[in-house]
Nanobody, 127 residues
Framework: VQLQASGGGIVEAGDPLRLSCVDSGRAISRSAMGWFRQAPGNEREFVAAISYTYGNTKYADSVKGRFTISRDRDIANNPVYLQMSSLKPEDTAVYYC???????????????????WGQGTQVTVSS
């Protein structure tokens, strides 16, 4: 499993940004996938997750209504996306794409359920 996230950058408050993630190590994964983030001096926190079968989603309260997670089912490399809108300076962080254990098929918000982590992509939102 090799998760590769991309799409990070420097934007102004209120701007949108779209993160992408591909898994170059597996053909198709049916486990949950998601995003976590870590800001300097803060603990890593859950952002969003999505299941495979029905595309059920779960969001952190801080991003609900502003971020949308999606994935392309049955496509090699298991692409997953995070569409971020109305970005705020407090959204500044390194964003990590994650994939859960194969038995975790629901959109878990629990960090310990995710065993595969990408390298992270920096998102900086200026005020």
């Amino acid at each position: 499993v090799q998760l590769q996230a991309s799409g990070g950058g420097i934007v102004e408050a209120g701007d949108p940004l779209r993160l992408s993630c591909v898994d170059s190590g597996r053909a198709i994964s049916r486990s949950a996938m998601g995003w976590f983030r870590q800001a300097p001096g803060n603990e890593r926190e859950f952002v969003a997750a999505i299941s495979y079968t029905y595309g059920n989603t779960k969001y952190a309260d801080s991003v609900k209504g502003r971020f949308t997670i999606s994935r392309d089912r049955d496509i090699a490399n298991n692409p997953v996306y995070l569409q971020m809108s109305s970005l705020k300076p407090e959204d500044t962080a390194v964003y990590y794409c994650v994939s859960a254990r194969e038995d975790i098929t629901w959109p878990s918000g629990r960090e310990s359920d995710y065993v595969y982590w990408g390298q992270g992509t920096q998102v900086t939102v200026s005020s």
